[in-house]
Nanobody
Framework: QVQLVESGGGLVQAGGPLRLSCAAS????????IGWFRQAPGKEREFVGA????????IYADSVKGRLTISRDNAKNTVYLQMNSLKPEDTAVYSC????????????????????WGQGTQVTVSS
């Protein structure tokens, strides 16, 4: 049974940092691209970023580029989303997702590219 569990969400002031984690189990972690998505109230889920299976490549949405960094520790089956200079508009439920397909990261920016999803963790940025 595949499980993706996000943690690290919470309330943070604008300008502050936060690090989210996505712990995976029940799958061959190194065979999966991992993506991060977020969904704000009343809005559709949107792509945040993704990291390749080896961790050597990443891709980010323009709205977060330069402020958010994705990394992974394959020995711990965990992916991290380091968020800096947070803005109130970053407030959302953040979810990680895993995809088993040898595709370019440029094809991994939509929800339908992913096979497994976590439940999400709430991030609230106060102004």
């Amino acid at each position: 049974q595949v499980q993706l569990v996000e943690s690290g969400g919470g309330l943070v002031q604008a300008g502050g940092p936060l690090r989210l984690s996505c712990a995976a189990s029940g799958l061959t972690f190194t065979s999966h691209t991992i993506g991060w998505f977020r969904q704000a109230p009343g809005k559709e889920r949107e792509f945040v970023g993704a990291i390749s299976r080896s961790g050597s490549s990443t891709i980010y949405a323009d709205s977060v580029k330069g402020r958010l960094t994705i990394s992974r520790d394959n020995a711990k089956n965990t992916v991290y989303l380091q968020m800096n200079s947070l803005k109130p508009e970053d407030t959302a439920v953040y979810s990680c997702a895993a995809a088993w397909r040898p595709s370019s990261l440029t094809t991994m920016t939509t929800t339908r590219a992913y096979d497994y999803w976590g439940q999400g963790t709430q991030v609230t940025v106060s102004s």
